[in-house]
């Protein structure tokens, strides 16, 4: 094999990916509670691919309600090296018109309450998120966006909103003050959890809309978001197994393999082990 196991994230309206060879679900237990489903396990030639629906089969789970640390952990303990997550968003800019991909580069988080890191009392660590994707990822996935015939935009702001409601139109105004490319509602704390992890991350978002910031047009609603998405997820497809065709035949170290390093401060005396027990997979290389 080749040495990547690449994770698949699907969002709203990619459940699955056709394509794998020798696929069948696997159900793997987290000490971080349930995860969204049962990965797809399977390989593409040489590259393992590991397929997890974020939203579950059938779209049954809130953004609100993601387990993320379970998905992140079930990835990890599966032996994911990398993690593409594809995603439907809304658009902040007039050029990033529904139907269009962004390969996003930052983040910013509005979500609440959401549990975002695997650390806390008793092990406590700060990994740095000031380029929250991976850029070899990420241009493997613009290129492979391209090439399944999405217009595709490289680099983006997603904003992260709590949900499960849309933007009031003062908010997504809002954001386009900031500078937010697009809005969504589960890049974070995702992407937090995959660095923490030490997975490299790329985010590719799949516009189905406006969101609300266009005068004079209709609020986004749902009947909206289905009409695009059988053909965006059409074309996620094809960026996946263009992607997973297009990797270079062996996998070279990420400095995001080993970002742990200088990440935990408390010391080793000072740790729970209860807390220790749980970050067998997410953190076993460094714990030892």
């Known amino acids: 094999m080749s040495g990547w196991t690449i994770g698949i994230i699907g969002g709203s309206g990619l459940y699955d990916v056709e394509g794998i060879e020798g696929g069948e679900w696997v159900e793997v237990a987290s000490p971080w509670g349930t995860p969204s489903d049962a990965c797809f396990v399977g390989h593409v030639g040489p590259v393992k691919v590991v397929f997890l629906p974020r939203h579950g089969r059938g779209h049954r789970i809130s953004p609100t309600d993601l387990n993320v640390r379970a998905n992140i952990d079930v990835l990890k303990r599966l032996g994911v090296t990398d993690v593409l997550a594809v995603s439907s968003v809304g658009s902040l800019a007039e050029e990033r018109a529904p139907g269009t991909f962004t390969i996003a580069d930052q983040f910013i988080d509005r979500t609440?309450?959401?549990?975002?890191?695997?650390?806390?009392?008793?092990?406590?660590?700060?990994?740095?998120?000031?380029?929250?994707?991976?850029?070899?990822?990420?241009?493997?996935?613009?290129?492979?966006?391209?090439?399944?015939?999405?217009?595709?935009?490289?680099?983006?702001?997603?904003?992260?909103?709590?949900?499960?409601?849309?933007?009031?139109?003062?908010?997504?105004?809002?954001?386009?003050?900031?500078?937010?490319?697009?809005?969504?509602?589960?890049?974070?704390?995702?992407?937090?959890?995959?660095?923490?992890?030490?997975?490299?991350?790329?985010?590719v978002g799949m516009v189905t809309d406006y969101d609300c910031w266009r005068a004079g047009e209709e609020a986004v609603d749902v009947a909206q978001v289905i009409a695009q998405l059988s053909s965006n997820a059409e074309k996620a497809r094809k960026m996946v197994m263009h992607l997973l065709r297009a990797l270079p035949a062996e996998r070279t170290p990420s400095p995001i393999d080993t970002c742990l390093d200088t990440a935990l401060i408390t010391a080793p005396s000072a740790r729970d082990p209860e807390l220790l027990a749980k970050l067998d997979a997410v953190a076993g290389r460094v714990l030892g």
């Open 112 to 203: 609440k309450g959401r549990p975002s890191s695997f650390f806390g009392t008793g092990l406590v660590a700060h990994v740095s998120m000031a380029d929250p994707v991976c850029p070899r990822l990420s241009a493997l996935a613009a290129e492979a966006a391209q090439a399944a015939g999405a217009t595709t935009q490289v680099g983006g702001t997603y904003l992260a909103m709590e949900g499960p409601q849309f933007s009031t139109r003062a908010e997504s105004n809002l954001y386009r003050s900031w500078g937010c490319d697009i809005i969504g509602m589960t890049a974070m704390p995702e992407a937090k959890l995959a660095r923490e992890a030490e997975l490299p991350y790329a985010l």
